[in-house]
């Protein structure tokens, strides 16, 4: 018997050495990454990193930060309630344009053009609270708001008509109060709708000792024509121009 297993007249020997030379098919997925790949994408990764970090705002739940920040727009102008000054534009547009944002927490009730929701919400446009002096919207804003209540010739009734926002900072306040009254409000002829930050703080000390939310039968004791006092702004500089007239003394705009 022949032990060396010939086949077509060669060694099983001979061709097992052949097979062990041969490499098995490569399957898809266990390709080899080139080096220079890892290169690319380390570097895509670093940059993007870096474009994050510097636009994102510290994650900031400003959504509009990062655009702001790209397109170049700087902080608030100079002036009473003002910073550094390296901003650009008019100081009552930036100031309109923070109050629009905190303006968005009061969107689902009172709806983006301030009309309100007939019989659940009182509209802010024709509303004597709004036209009227400062004081009676600076304590609905820091003390919110139930009872029964008439807002522009309409009744409303609901509970908790409104609630406090006193969590927000004086300046929030103030951005808030001086964008519903220009945006919504007819003003006196001379009056510019500005509250500012210092009003603001002095409505949360004389409003302290009130209850929250504050009844209606409470806000009909404040004068309607009573101002929060402070200092008039420049609407160009937001620097200040002087005292608030008393009521009934003339009013100029800044």
Known sequence: MNLDYQTEGARVSTIHHAVRREHAEPEAGDEPVRFVWLLIGAALLIAGGGVLGTYSGGFSQDQTYAFAYYSGAGPRPPGANGDDGSAKGPWIDVWMAEGKKVYGNCVACHQAGGSGMAGQFPPLVGSEY???????????????????????????????????????????????????????????????????????????????????????????????????PGDQVDLETGDSIGAVPADGEEKKVP
């Open 130 to 228: 709004v036209d009227g002096g400062t004081k009676r919207l600076a304590a609905i804003l820091h003390k919110g708001l139930m009872g029964p209540i008439t807002v522009g010739g309409q009744s409303f009734n609901t509970p908790n008509l409104m609630p406090a926002w006193n969590t927000l900072s004086d300046e929030k306040l103030a951005q808030v109060a001086t964008y519903i009254r220009r945006s919504f409000g007819k003003l006196p002829e001379g009056e510019s709708g500005v509250v500012t930050t210092e009003m603001m703080k002095s409505a949360r000390e004389e409003f302290s000792g009130l209850p929250s939310p504050l009844p209606t039968s409470e806000l009909a004791k404040l004068d309607p024509a009573a101002h929060l």
